[in-house]
Protein backbone atom coordinates (compact mmCIF):
# COMPACT_ATOMS: atom_id res chain seq x y z
CA UNK A 1 0.00 0.00 0.00
CA UNK A 2 1.24 3.72 -0.76
CA UNK A 3 -0.07 7.34 0.97
CA UNK A 4 -0.18 9.54 -1.87
CA UNK A 5 -0.01 13.78 -1.25
CA UNK A 6 -0.56 16.02 -4.22
CA UNK A 7 0.84 19.58 -2.96
CA UNK A 8 -0.21 22.64 -4.60
CA UNK A 9 -0.08 20.65 -7.86
CA UNK A 10 -0.62 22.99 -11.76
CA UNK A 11 -0.62 21.85 -14.96
CA UNK A 12 -0.28 23.64 -18.08
CA UNK A 13 -0.52 22.55 -21.59
CA UNK A 14 1.41 25.47 -23.41
CA UNK A 15 4.28 25.38 -21.19
CA UNK A 16 7.46 25.63 -23.51
CA UNK A 17 8.84 28.22 -21.60
CA UNK A 18 8.65 27.02 -18.14
CA UNK A 19 10.39 29.80 -16.33
CA UNK A 20 9.27 30.88 -12.99
CA UNK A 21 8.25 34.35 -14.34
CA UNK A 22 5.75 32.82 -16.99
CA UNK A 23 4.15 30.84 -14.51
CA UNK A 24 3.57 33.50 -12.60
CA UNK A 25 2.32 35.53 -15.18
CA UNK A 26 0.38 32.90 -16.67
CA UNK A 27 -3.54 33.42 -15.98
CA UNK A 28 -5.28 30.84 -14.19
CA UNK A 29 -7.75 30.32 -17.34
CA UNK A 30 -4.31 28.81 -18.80
CA UNK A 31 -4.07 25.54 -16.76
CA UNK A 32 -5.87 22.63 -17.01
CA UNK A 33 -4.87 21.68 -13.11
CA UNK A 34 -5.11 24.52 -10.96
CA UNK A 35 -3.56 24.28 -6.95
CA UNK A 36 -4.40 20.47 -6.24
CA UNK A 37 -3.65 19.57 -2.80
CA UNK A 38 -5.07 16.28 -1.32
CA UNK A 39 -4.08 13.61 0.91
CA UNK A 40 -4.78 9.92 0.05
CA UNK A 41 -4.43 7.45 3.06
CA UNK A 42 -2.71 3.86 2.98
CA UNK A 43 -5.08 1.58 1.34
CA UNK A 44 -8.00 4.45 1.24
CA UNK A 45 -10.22 4.07 -1.92
CA UNK A 46 -10.32 8.27 -3.34
CA UNK A 47 -12.74 9.12 -5.94
CA UNK A 48 -12.14 11.87 -8.50
CA UNK A 49 -15.14 13.27 -9.29
CA UNK A 50 -16.29 15.99 -11.84
CA UNK A 51 -17.58 17.01 -14.96
CA UNK A 52 -15.38 16.46 -18.31
CA UNK A 53 -12.92 19.20 -18.51
CA UNK A 54 -12.69 19.68 -15.16
CA UNK A 55 -9.09 18.27 -15.24
CA UNK A 56 -9.28 14.82 -13.23
CA UNK A 57 -7.92 12.51 -15.78
CA UNK A 58 -5.36 15.08 -15.93
CA UNK A 59 -4.74 15.00 -12.24
CA UNK A 60 -4.51 10.89 -12.72
CA UNK A 61 -1.71 10.88 -15.71
CA UNK A 62 0.28 13.04 -13.81
CA UNK A 63 0.03 11.02 -10.49
CA UNK A 64 0.64 7.93 -13.05
CA UNK A 65 3.85 9.87 -14.79
CA UNK A 66 1.95 10.33 -18.18
CA UNK A 67 2.01 14.00 -17.53
CA UNK A 68 4.79 16.17 -17.07
CA UNK A 69 3.82 18.73 -13.92
CA UNK A 70 3.96 22.44 -14.12
CA UNK A 71 4.19 23.37 -10.91
CA UNK A 72 3.92 21.63 -7.23
CA UNK A 73 4.98 18.62 -5.83
CA UNK A 74 3.26 14.90 -5.59
CA UNK A 75 4.85 12.16 -3.12
CA UNK A 76 3.89 8.61 -2.46
CA UNK A 77 4.76 8.06 1.08
CA UNK A 78 8.04 10.41 1.94
CA UNK A 79 9.07 10.06 -1.76
CA UNK A 80 8.63 12.75 -4.31
CA UNK A 81 7.63 11.30 -7.33
CA UNK A 82 7.71 14.78 -9.97
CA UNK A 83 10.90 13.27 -11.73
CA UNK A 84 10.16 9.51 -11.43
CA UNK A 85 9.67 7.51 -14.81
CA UNK A 86 6.53 5.49 -14.96
CA UNK A 87 7.86 2.02 -14.46
CA UNK A 88 9.48 3.15 -11.50
CA UNK A 89 6.51 4.76 -9.46
CA UNK A 90 5.23 1.19 -8.34
CA UNK A 91 1.75 2.34 -9.49
CA UNK A 92 -1.17 0.21 -11.53
CA UNK A 93 -3.24 1.71 -14.20
CA UNK A 94 -6.45 0.42 -15.89
CA UNK A 95 -6.92 2.69 -19.15
CA UNK A 96 -10.87 3.84 -19.83
CA UNK A 97 -10.07 2.63 -23.40
CA UNK A 98 -8.98 -1.11 -22.31
CA UNK A 99 -5.59 -1.20 -24.01
CA UNK A 100 -4.93 -4.75 -24.54
CA UNK A 101 -2.62 -6.45 -27.01
CA UNK A 102 -5.29 -8.20 -29.34
CA UNK A 103 -2.80 -10.98 -30.69
CA UNK A 104 -2.31 -12.25 -26.81
CA UNK A 105 -4.35 -14.37 -24.82
CA UNK A 106 -5.75 -12.63 -21.70
CA UNK A 107 -2.93 -14.79 -19.77
CA UNK A 108 -0.53 -13.43 -21.89
CA UNK A 109 -2.09 -9.66 -21.88
CA UNK A 110 -1.47 -10.33 -17.90
CA UNK A 111 1.79 -11.68 -17.73
CA UNK A 112 3.33 -8.98 -20.51
CA UNK A 113 4.63 -6.61 -17.89
CA UNK A 114 5.84 -9.08 -14.87
CA UNK A 115 7.90 -10.56 -17.93
CA UNK A 116 9.46 -7.04 -18.61
CA UNK A 117 10.04 -7.20 -15.16
CA UNK A 118 11.94 -10.58 -15.91
CA UNK A 119 9.83 -12.52 -13.20
CA UNK A 120 10.31 -16.35 -13.53
CA UNK A 121 7.07 -18.33 -15.16
CA UNK A 122 6.26 -19.99 -11.67
CA UNK A 123 6.01 -15.93 -10.11
CA UNK A 124 3.83 -15.00 -13.22
CA UNK A 125 1.27 -18.15 -12.68
CA UNK A 126 1.40 -17.52 -9.01
CA UNK A 127 0.43 -13.96 -9.49
CA UNK A 128 -1.99 -14.28 -12.19
CA UNK A 129 -4.10 -17.34 -10.04
CA UNK A 130 -4.51 -14.99 -7.15
CA UNK A 131 -6.07 -11.90 -9.38
CA UNK A 132 -7.79 -13.97 -11.64
CA UNK A 133 -10.07 -14.85 -9.75
CA UNK A 134 -10.84 -11.84 -8.27
CA UNK A 135 -11.83 -10.35 -11.37
CA UNK A 136 -13.59 -13.44 -12.35
CA UNK A 137 -11.46 -14.13 -15.53
CA UNK A 138 -9.80 -17.11 -14.61
CA UNK A 139 -12.01 -18.77 -17.69
CA UNK A 140 -11.05 -16.06 -20.13
CA UNK A 141 -7.03 -16.75 -19.73
CA UNK A 142 -6.84 -19.04 -23.16
CA UNK A 143 -8.92 -16.57 -24.89
CA UNK A 144 -7.98 -13.16 -26.91
CA UNK A 145 -9.35 -9.93 -26.70
CA UNK A 146 -11.12 -9.37 -29.86
CA UNK A 147 -13.79 -12.40 -28.20
CA UNK A 148 -14.28 -10.68 -25.12
CA UNK A 149 -17.01 -8.59 -24.36
CA UNK A 150 -16.82 -5.02 -22.75
CA UNK A 151 -17.34 -5.64 -19.23
CA UNK A 152 -14.81 -9.09 -20.50
CA UNK A 153 -12.12 -6.91 -21.08
CA UNK A 154 -12.52 -4.15 -18.39
CA UNK A 155 -12.02 -6.80 -15.84
CA UNK A 156 -9.12 -8.20 -18.33
CA UNK A 157 -7.70 -4.36 -17.77
CA UNK A 158 -7.66 -4.04 -14.38
CA UNK A 159 -6.66 -7.23 -13.91
CA UNK A 160 -3.58 -6.62 -15.87
CA UNK A 161 -3.07 -3.21 -13.26
CA UNK A 162 -3.17 -5.37 -9.88
CA UNK A 163 -1.59 -8.34 -11.36
CA UNK A 164 2.16 -6.77 -10.02
CA UNK A 165 0.88 -5.87 -6.78
CA UNK A 166 0.94 -2.19 -7.24
CA UNK A 167 1.41 0.27 -4.12
CA UNK A 168 -1.27 2.41 -6.11
CA UNK A 169 -3.74 1.68 -8.56
CA UNK A 170 -5.48 4.26 -10.73
CA UNK A 171 -8.60 3.82 -12.52
CA UNK A 172 -9.29 6.18 -15.21
CA UNK A 173 -13.19 6.19 -15.94
CA UNK A 174 -13.24 2.30 -16.58
CA UNK A 175 -17.12 1.65 -16.40
CA UNK A 176 -17.82 4.49 -18.94
CA UNK A 177 -17.91 2.26 -22.21
CA UNK A 178 -20.59 -0.19 -20.07
CA UNK A 179 -23.78 -0.21 -20.32
CA UNK A 180 -26.03 0.41 -17.18
CA UNK A 181 -26.53 -3.41 -15.75
CA UNK A 182 -22.51 -4.19 -16.36
CA UNK A 183 -21.71 -0.97 -14.46
CA UNK A 184 -24.01 -1.95 -11.48
CA UNK A 185 -21.62 -5.41 -11.47
CA UNK A 186 -18.76 -4.26 -12.05
CA UNK A 187 -18.78 -1.28 -9.28
CA UNK A 188 -19.50 -4.51 -6.75
CA UNK A 189 -16.49 -6.31 -8.00
CA UNK A 190 -14.48 -3.30 -8.29
CA UNK A 191 -15.58 -2.66 -4.19
CA UNK A 192 -14.88 -6.44 -3.44
CA UNK A 193 -11.32 -6.41 -4.90
CA UNK A 194 -10.28 -3.16 -3.33
CA UNK A 195 -11.10 -5.03 -0.01
CA UNK A 196 -9.47 -8.15 -1.23
CA UNK A 197 -6.24 -6.47 -2.04
CA UNK A 198 -6.69 -3.68 0.22
CA UNK A 199 -4.61 -1.23 -2.12
CA UNK A 200 -4.70 2.23 -2.26
CA UNK A 201 -7.08 3.16 -5.01
CA UNK A 202 -8.22 6.20 -7.14
CA UNK A 203 -10.76 6.29 -9.46
CA UNK A 204 -11.67 8.33 -11.88
CA UNK A 205 -15.24 9.21 -12.71
CA UNK A 206 -17.82 11.58 -13.83
CA UNK A 207 -20.49 9.35 -12.97
CA UNK A 208 -21.89 10.68 -9.05
CA UNK A 209 -22.92 6.86 -8.70
CA UNK A 210 -19.82 5.67 -8.95
CA UNK A 211 -17.92 8.02 -6.73
CA UNK A 212 -20.70 7.52 -3.88
CA UNK A 213 -20.71 3.43 -3.92
CA UNK A 214 -17.14 2.79 -4.19
CA UNK A 215 -14.80 5.86 -2.45
CA UNK A 216 -14.38 5.95 1.35
CA UNK A 217 -13.77 9.81 0.16
CA UNK A 218 -14.03 12.16 -3.13
CA UNK A 219 -11.91 14.66 -4.73
CA UNK A 220 -14.71 16.60 -6.19
CA UNK A 221 -13.25 19.07 -9.07
CA UNK A 222 -14.37 21.85 -11.28
CA UNK A 223 -11.91 23.99 -13.61
CA UNK A 224 -8.99 22.18 -12.28
CA UNK A 225 -9.91 23.85 -9.25
CA UNK A 226 -10.91 21.25 -5.79
CA UNK A 227 -14.23 22.27 -4.86
CA UNK A 228 -14.50 19.74 -1.84
CA UNK A 229 -12.98 16.51 -0.35
CA UNK A 230 -14.78 14.57 2.14
CA UNK A 231 -17.24 11.43 2.74
CA UNK A 232 -20.15 10.83 0.43
CA UNK A 233 -22.15 11.48 2.92
CA UNK A 234 -20.44 14.79 3.84
CA UNK A 235 -20.41 15.96 0.19
CA UNK A 236 -24.09 15.24 0.09
CA UNK A 237 -25.12 16.38 3.66
CA UNK A 238 -22.65 19.37 3.91
CA UNK A 239 -21.60 20.88 0.13
CA UNK A 240 -19.27 23.51 0.32
CA UNK A 241 -20.84 25.51 -2.77
CA UNK A 242 -24.06 25.32 -5.20
CA UNK A 243 -21.49 23.70 -7.46
CA UNK A 244 -21.02 20.83 -5.30
CA UNK A 245 -24.82 21.10 -4.66
CA UNK A 246 -25.90 20.67 -7.35
CA UNK A 247 -23.93 17.85 -8.87
CA UNK A 248 -23.98 15.71 -5.76
CA UNK A 249 -27.29 13.90 -5.49
CA UNK A 250 -30.25 12.28 -8.10
CA UNK A 251 -32.47 14.12 -8.93
CA UNK A 252 -29.86 17.06 -8.22
CA UNK A 253 -30.47 19.60 -5.18
CA UNK A 254 -33.23 22.00 -6.00
CA UNK A 255 -31.29 25.83 -6.14
CA UNK A 256 -34.06 28.44 -5.98
CA UNK A 257 -33.32 32.07 -6.32
CA UNK A 258 -35.24 34.27 -3.15
CA UNK A 259 -35.62 37.06 -0.97
CA UNK A 260 -35.81 36.98 2.41
CA UNK A 261 -38.51 38.76 3.96
CA UNK A 262 -39.57 40.03 7.22
CA UNK A 263 -43.35 39.58 8.57
CA UNK A 264 -44.77 39.63 12.08
CA UNK A 265 -41.43 39.03 13.43
CA UNK A 266 -40.69 35.92 11.29
CA UNK A 267 -38.45 35.95 7.99
CA UNK A 268 -39.42 33.67 5.62
CA UNK A 269 -37.94 32.90 1.94
CA UNK A 270 -39.99 34.45 -0.87
CA UNK A 271 -39.75 33.93 -5.24
CA UNK A 272 -39.78 35.80 -7.52
CA UNK A 273 -43.18 35.91 -9.49
CA UNK A 274 -44.40 32.92 -7.08
CA UNK A 275 -47.01 33.25 -4.84
CA UNK A 276 -45.34 30.93 -2.29
CA UNK A 277 -43.38 31.54 1.50
CA UNK A 278 -41.54 29.93 3.27
CA UNK A 279 -39.97 30.40 7.04
CA UNK A 280 -36.92 30.34 7.11
CA UNK A 281 -34.93 27.75 10.09
CA UNK A 282 -34.38 29.16 13.09
CA UNK A 283 -30.65 27.89 12.93
CA UNK A 284 -30.45 30.89 10.00
CA UNK A 285 -32.30 33.62 11.50
CA UNK A 286 -28.95 35.35 12.91
CA UNK A 287 -26.94 34.88 9.30
CA UNK A 288 -30.45 36.56 7.38
CA UNK A 289 -31.84 40.21 6.94
CA UNK A 290 -34.84 41.43 5.68
CA UNK A 291 -34.39 42.30 1.30
CA UNK A 292 -31.61 39.86 1.63
CA UNK A 293 -30.99 38.00 -1.67
CA UNK A 294 -29.78 34.05 -0.89
CA UNK A 295 -30.03 30.92 -2.64
CA UNK A 296 -32.32 28.09 -1.31
CA UNK A 297 -30.93 25.06 -1.64
CA UNK A 298 -32.94 21.91 -0.66
CA UNK A 299 -33.02 18.14 -2.04
CA UNK A 300 -35.81 16.56 -3.66
CA UNK A 301 -36.26 14.39 -1.04
CA UNK A 302 -36.22 16.94 1.88
CA UNK A 303 -39.36 19.06 0.24
CA UNK A 304 -43.20 16.85 0.14
CA UNK A 305 -46.31 17.51 -0.89
CA UNK A 306 -48.44 18.46 2.42
CA UNK A 307 -50.82 15.96 3.48
CA UNK A 308 -53.30 17.93 5.04
CA UNK A 309 -53.92 21.63 4.18
CA UNK A 310 -51.38 24.54 5.71
CA UNK A 311 -51.31 28.25 6.01
CA UNK A 312 -48.79 28.26 3.06
CA UNK A 313 -50.07 29.10 -0.73
CA UNK A 314 -50.81 26.76 -3.12
CA UNK A 315 -48.57 26.22 -6.22
CA UNK A 316 -49.35 23.96 -9.04
CA UNK A 317 -48.24 21.31 -10.31
CA UNK A 318 -45.83 20.84 -13.79
CA UNK A 319 -44.74 17.54 -13.96
CA UNK A 320 -45.67 13.80 -12.06
CA UNK A 321 -43.62 10.69 -13.42
CA UNK A 322 -44.22 7.42 -11.67
CA UNK A 323 -41.14 4.93 -11.88
CA UNK A 324 -42.22 2.52 -9.50
CA UNK A 325 -40.63 2.53 -6.93
CA UNK A 326 -40.26 5.83 -6.83
CA UNK A 327 -42.75 8.99 -7.71
CA UNK A 328 -41.24 12.56 -9.05
CA UNK A 329 -43.19 15.49 -8.76
CA UNK A 330 -42.05 19.17 -9.89
CA UNK A 331 -44.03 22.20 -9.40
CA UNK A 332 -44.12 25.71 -11.10
CA UNK A 333 -42.10 28.02 -8.83
CA UNK A 334 -42.11 31.61 -10.45
CA UNK A 335 -40.19 30.34 -13.61
CA UNK A 336 -38.56 27.65 -12.02
CA UNK A 337 -39.49 24.13 -11.21
CA UNK A 338 -39.17 22.57 -7.79
CA UNK A 339 -38.22 18.70 -7.95
CA UNK A 340 -39.95 16.74 -5.31
CA UNK A 341 -38.65 12.51 -4.67
CA UNK A 342 -41.42 10.32 -2.84
CA UNK A 343 -42.10 6.78 -2.33
CA UNK A 344 -45.62 8.07 -1.58
CA UNK A 345 -48.05 5.86 -3.97
CA UNK A 346 -50.28 8.94 -4.57
CA UNK A 347 -50.96 10.37 -8.44
CA UNK A 348 -51.20 13.79 -8.97
CA UNK A 349 -52.69 15.40 -11.90
CA UNK A 350 -50.72 18.56 -13.70
CA UNK A 351 -52.11 21.78 -12.87
CA UNK A 352 -52.91 20.47 -9.53
CA UNK A 353 -52.58 22.95 -6.47
CA UNK A 354 -50.82 21.65 -3.82
CA UNK A 355 -49.02 23.09 -0.93
CA UNK A 356 -45.50 22.02 0.18
CA UNK A 357 -43.87 20.99 3.70
CA UNK A 358 -39.75 21.29 3.86
CA UNK A 359 -37.77 19.82 6.28
CA UNK A 360 -36.14 22.80 7.68
CA UNK A 361 -32.85 21.59 9.38
CA UNK A 362 -32.46 19.79 5.88
CA UNK A 363 -31.96 23.22 3.53
CA UNK A 364 -29.07 25.07 2.88
CA UNK A 365 -28.59 28.38 1.75
CA UNK A 366 -26.09 29.60 -0.53
CA UNK A 367 -24.06 33.07 -1.92
CA UNK A 368 -26.02 34.20 -4.86
CA UNK A 369 -22.88 36.06 -5.51
CA UNK A 370 -19.85 33.60 -4.27
CA UNK A 371 -22.04 30.67 -4.76
CA UNK A 372 -20.51 29.59 -1.43
CA UNK A 373 -22.58 28.01 1.37
CA UNK A 374 -23.94 30.23 4.05
CA UNK A 375 -22.47 28.74 6.98
Not at 99 to 125: D, G
Not at 270 to 286: A, G, M, N
Request: glycine share 6%; hydrophobic share 40%; aromatic share 8%.
Amino acid sequence: MAQLKLRNVYKRYDNAEKSFFRFRKAALNDFAVKDLSFDCADGEFVGILGPSGCGKTTTLRMIAGLEEITAGDIFIGDRRINDLLPKDRNIGLAFEDYALYPPLTVYENLAFNMRAKRKTAAEIKKAIDYVAPLLKVENLLEMKPPALSGGQKQRVNIARAIVRHPGLLLLDEPLSHLDGKMRQQLRHEIKRMHHEIKCTTIIVTHDQLEAMSLADRIVIMKDGELQQMGTPLEVYDNPVNEFVAGFIGEPPMNLLSSVIEKGDGVFFFTFPDSDLRVEVPERYRRQVEDKQKVTLGVRPVDVTVAARETRGSFVPIAIYENLGDERRISVRVGSNLLNMATSDDLWYEKDQKVQLEFKAERTHLFDPETGNRIQ
